[in-house]
């Protein structure tokens, strides 16, 4: 069936470095994916969206990238700071706008 | 702007006995979702409202769990009777449509003992 998965659990960073979390999807009819952040105790909360007819969108100081051809997407943190470190969904929106969640890495900053 | 609000926001109840969640979605918004976050994953959608209707209820357990929106407002989102299974935080999020952004609350801790 559909699925949205992400490669790694847990992803530690040293404050200041860049950070890049990833995430596969197995369904091809995908149009719009969504990257949320959630922080312990809160619900998920936006972070930046993507349509299937782009490859790269920015935000500040975070950037999506999707790779159709291996059904790949990546976010990308510039400048991590403690603030960051949370829990990162990729999510995928089909039919009736149902996002479907993947399972979410962690990122650890490390002060 | 007021978030999403929910109540409560924990709740230990023993397996076979009911509980009742309660989410005030974002004042105009017309769609309200409700999810299921089990420990360790991703959130799972299992009812979505437009307006007081349902649009999505594929994936609710409907044997045990009711949800409704009467006047296309509130919701709440009933469990009756739980099981340990059912152990999970509760998250009501809401958009202004099915297409728009959706705003999440803070959720309801569950744990059946």
């Known amino acids: 069936g559909e699925s949205v998965g992400l490669h790694l659990p847990t992803l530690s960073v040293q404050e200041g470095d860049n950070s890049i979390i990833n995430c596969a999807y197995s369904?091809?009819?995908?149009?719009?994916f969504i990257w949320y952040k959630q922080e312990s105790g809160k619900g998920p909360q936006f972070i930046i969206d993507?349509?299937?007819?782009?490859d790269k969108r920015q935000g500040q100081r975070v950037t999506v990238l999707l790779n159709k051809t291996v059904k790949h997407l990546s976010l990308q943190i510039a400048a991590t700071q403690p603030g960051d470190s949370a829990v990162y969904f990729c999510?995928?929106?089909?039919?009736?706008?149902?996002?479907?969640f993947g399972t979410g890495t962690k990122l650890q900053v490390i002060p | 702007e007021a978030g999403v609000a929910q109540s409560p926001r924990y709740k230990i109840i023993e397996k076979r006995q009911s509980v009742a969640f309660w989410c005030n979605p974002i004042?105009?918004?017309?769609?309200l979702y409700w999810y299921q976050q089990i420990l360790g994953q991703g959130p799972k959608l299992l009812i979505q409202?437009?307006?007081?209707?349902?649009?999505?209820d594929s994936q609710l357990p409907k044997d045990r769990f009711s949800a409704e929106r009467l006047k296309g407002v509130d919701s709440t989102l009933k469990i009756q009777p739980a099981k340990l299974e059912d152990s999970a935080v509760y998250l009501c999020?809401?958009?202004?449509?099915?297409?728009?952004?959706?705003?999440f609350g803070p959720g309801t801790r569950l744990t059946v003992t």
């Open positions: 004042s105009g918004h017309a769609t």
């Open positions: 999020a809401s958009s202004l449509d099915l297409k728009a952004e959706q705003y």
């Open positions: 993507i349509r299937s007819n782009m």
């Open positions: 369904n091809s009819a995908s149009d719009y």
């Open positions: 999510a995928e929106k089909g039919g009736y706008q149902k996002v479907t």
């Open positions: 409202f437009q307006n007081n209707g349902v649009v999505d």
